[in-house]
Every structure is written in C-alpha cells, then in structure tokens.
C-alpha cells in the first residue's frame, strides 16, 4: 500500500450492515478499521436505522459515518475497506442487497474524481439521508458536489432513518 503525499489526510467513511447483529457489526468493524496500519479513526457518528433501498424482503440497515485520518492514497485505503469487509464476510453478489458490512468512502481530502475504480466524493453520498444525516453530526460543513452536507441534508424528504441510540464508536 501506498501513503499519502505529505502525511496525513483526512476522509470519512460510512459505514452500514443488515445481516446479523447489524449495530455490533458496525461497532466491530469500526475497531478493526482502526486497527489497520495507516488509519486512524478520529469521529464517529450517531447508528441509525435505516429503511433498505434494494430488493424487498431485506431488514432494517444500520448505518453510520467516521471520520478517518490515514497515510494511505485514496485506493489503497479502498483495498483496506475491502479486506475489513472481507473479514466480516461481505459477498458482492445482489446490487443493493442484504450484506454483512458495506465500507464506502464518502470522501478523501476533498478531491474530485471519477475512474473505474473509485468516484470521489462517493456519487450518492449527497441523495442519502442514512449517509447524509450522520455525516453531518460530525461534519455539517463538509463540502459534497459543492454544498454544504448540512445543505444536502437540509433538502431531502425523509427516506425512514431513525437514531438507534448507541454511538459507533
């Protein structure tokens, strides 16, 4: 794995699971994601419940944001959030279907950029109230596609998150 040009960089990374204990999932995994060499997790937010987006049938999410601090370039911290993942059984298989855990990068120092890979900030971050809202209890201001997440979160119709009560870390 890579580092980052000149250190430290921040980026925040959402967090969601609704297979299994989802709550715990989510708080174990923010453990083991903070375990791994170049990654510090320095915030975290709020869980929610969160109604699923995919195929019907599926239960509730829970979702969550932290705020990272890593020395790792924007892909080679995705290959870290894919082995959390794989170490929580993740399986890619249905799009928007039932998972263990799902880590996606939601932003990296505020840089802009599309390729097959990877698109920062994430293309949907700013349409989804469940990475909307606990993004902006740590971070209203951060900037998403030019607004304030606060902002974007501000404009949505409620899409069924409700706080659970625990914090993800």
């Known amino acids: 794995m890579q580092s980052a040009p000149g250190g430290v960089i921040p980026a925040y990374v959402a967090f969601g699971a609704n297979l299994g204990e989802p709550v715990e999932t989510l708080r174990a995994a923010a453990v083991a994601l903070g375990r791994r060499p170049g990654v510090e997790l320095v915030a975290g937010s709020p869980v929610y419940r969160t109604r699923p987006i995919g195929p019907p049938g599926q239960p509730d999410y829970a979702n969550a944001v932290a705020r990272v601090e890593t020395t790792h370039e924007p892909e080679a911290l995705l290959d870290v959030l894919h082995a959390v993942e794989a170490e929580f059984g993740r399986v890619r298989d249905v799009r928007w279907g039932p998972r263990t855990l799902d880590l996606d990068l939601i932003w990296y120092d505020g840089e802009e950029r599309t390729d097959e890979r990877l698109t920062l900030p994430h293309p949907r971050a700013h349409e989804r109230e469940?990475?909307?809202?606990?993004?902006?209890?740590?971070?209203?201001?951060?900037?998403?596609?030019?607004?304030?997440?606060g902002d974007w979160l501000a404009g949505l119709d409620p899409q069924g998150v409700e706080a659970v009560g625990v914090a993800l870390m």
Do not use: Q
Request: net charge positive; charged share 35%; aromatic share 4%.
């Open 130 to 149: 469940f990475v909307l809202r606990p993004l902006a209890d740590l971070d209203p201001d951060l900037v998403l596609r030019g607004r304030r997440a």
